[in-house]
């Protein structure tokens, strides 16, 4: 195993340029071939969001629809991961304070992939039974070259990154964390874990839809919450943090020559990678949420969607922003440690720590709970509509397992799907993009 693991690692070392440039490419053309969609209709997207409009798609079935409201909501539960807590954190030990800047500039041109991948989603979706459409990934990459094979390649990934990324890791991540703080034991995290999410796979799609309507907010507060307490204790660091943040993307003072060439590297490598991972924007995740709706607005939906992008895009600054404020970002410790010990700072060790466990938990939770939705379509997908059951089960099982579970070699398996999802969804983007520039320009036109 140690030799997979050790392959693995190697291939994601030298992948990692690569990735960034195929990806930032493929989101400045969007960008530009959607005359910087995201800038235009920013405004637009808070209104829908803030004030949305009663809905005016076909959901199909209550139990099998969503409701664009409740697509973008699940969206944020599935981006909105332990990956702004402990990844965040991971991002600034390797690449230094100047990743935060990158986190910014990537998580802003993702927005107009989000947007691409989103309408296309919902515009090539298809009924695979009364009652229930399919769309992400899995429908528009029929409509490019060789795209029976790279769907159902696209519809394996998926479903080996919700097993793999959205049950084991996140569950192991809450099962460490609360071993920590208060020894509970891994098996009894396994239990509660099977139960609650035995109790969200049984509800079908409006049990999702329900269980994020009560997590998005509580983890939006809670990390709110927290992290203002933070900043307001270190107020007067907050300007010196985001003078080391712009100084570290571009001119790290502490090196000089090749040396500070190559921290500014990390800096881009790490901020820009965190960001692409932490948002899902090309992944697909996003567009098989949406896909499940038969929108009359789809440009419209399209517009919100993108917010999301934003939205945890800037949680990954604010977190970076309190870990540089407080001085915890280069204390020595590691993950999620990194961020108790932030909090620690202003609310002492106990209250602290504790925020920073139940952040942790309630981040990942919220993954596993979206992802039971988007598991859910890429699993009908590959086995033509069969097996639902079995499917509640398989879901249910990693669930549970991942929590008494050793996943080394899982972490290097999950970057390695995460990049081949983007690989193929993105090569769709690109060979759909006229038609969604069509589509976007011809709802300019009636504005």
């Known amino acids: 195993m140690s030799t997979i693991i050790d392959w693995l690692n190697g291939v994601m070392k030298y992948a990692g340029w690569p990735i960034i440039i195929y990806v930032a490419s493929i989101a400045i053309l969007c960008t530009i071939a959607l005359k910087f969609v995201q800038l235009r209709y920013f405004a637009k997207a808070w209104r829908s969001v803030l004030f949305p409009k009663p809905a005016t798609e076909d959901t199909g079935s209550k139990k099998n629809g969503l409701t664009s409201m409740q697509a973008f909501i699940g969206t944020l539960n599935a981006s909105l991961g332990t990956g702004i807590i402990a990844g965040v954190a991971t991002a600034l030990c390797m690449g230094g304070p100047g990743a935060a800047f990158w986190m910014i500039v990537m998580g802003i041109i993702l927005m107009a992939v989000r947007f691409a991948e989103v309408y296309a989603s919902i515009h090539f979706s298809e009924a695979i039974k009364p009652g229930t459409r399919i769309g992400g990934p899995m429908s528009y990459l029929r409509h490019v070259p060789g795209g029976n094979a790279l769907s159902y390649i696209y519809g394996v990934l998926c479903l080996i990154m919700g097993f793999v990324v959205a049950c ?43 269980v994020s309507d009560y997590l998005v907010p509580l983890k939006v507060g809670l990390f709110v919450l927290a992290t203002s307490a933070v900043l307001i204790y270190h107020y007067q660091n907050i300007i010196p943090a985001l003078k080391i943040i ?38 697909g995740s996003a567009s098989i949420l949406f896909g499940g709706i038969k929108s009359k607005e789809p440009v419209n939906d399209a517009i919100m969607a993108m917010l999301s992008t934003f939205i945890s895009t800037s949680f990954c600054f604010v977190m970076a ?60 997908f590959v086995t033509k509509g069969r097996f639902a059951t079995l499917f509640n089960l398989v879901y249910c099982l990693f669930t549970a397992a991942g929590a008494i579970m050793s996943i080394v070699l899982l972490f290097s398996i999950a970057d390695a799907i995460m990049i081949g999802m983007l690989g193929i969804n993105l090569f769709g983007i690109i060979w759909l993009l006229p038609i969604v520039r069509k589509a976007l320009l011809a709802y300019m036109a009636k504005q």
């Open 168 to 210: 084991s890791i996140q569950t192991n991540s809450i099962s460490l964390g609360v071993k920590q703080a208060w020894g509970i034991s891994p098996y009894i995290v396994a239990l509660v874990s099977l139960a609650f999410v035995a109790y969200v796979v049984l509800g079908g799609a409006q049990r999702v839809a329900k």
């Open 246 to 283: 712009s100084q570290g993307a571009f001119y790290p003072i502490a090196l000089t020559g090749g040396a500070a060439g190559f921290v500014v590297q990390l800096a881009i490598q790490y901020g820009m990678m965190r960001t692409i991972f932490a948002t899902e924007s090309g992944l």
């Open 321 to 380: 922003l309190t870990l540089v404020a407080s001085g915890a970002w280069n204390c020595g410790l590691e993950g999620t440690a990194i961020v108790s010990k932030a909090f620690q700072s202003a609310l002492g060790d106990t209250l602290g720590g504790t925020i920073a466990v139940f952040l942790s938990v309630s981040f990942a939770m919220g993954v596993i709970v979206a992802y039971v939705y988007i598991t859910r379509e890429a699993w009908l």
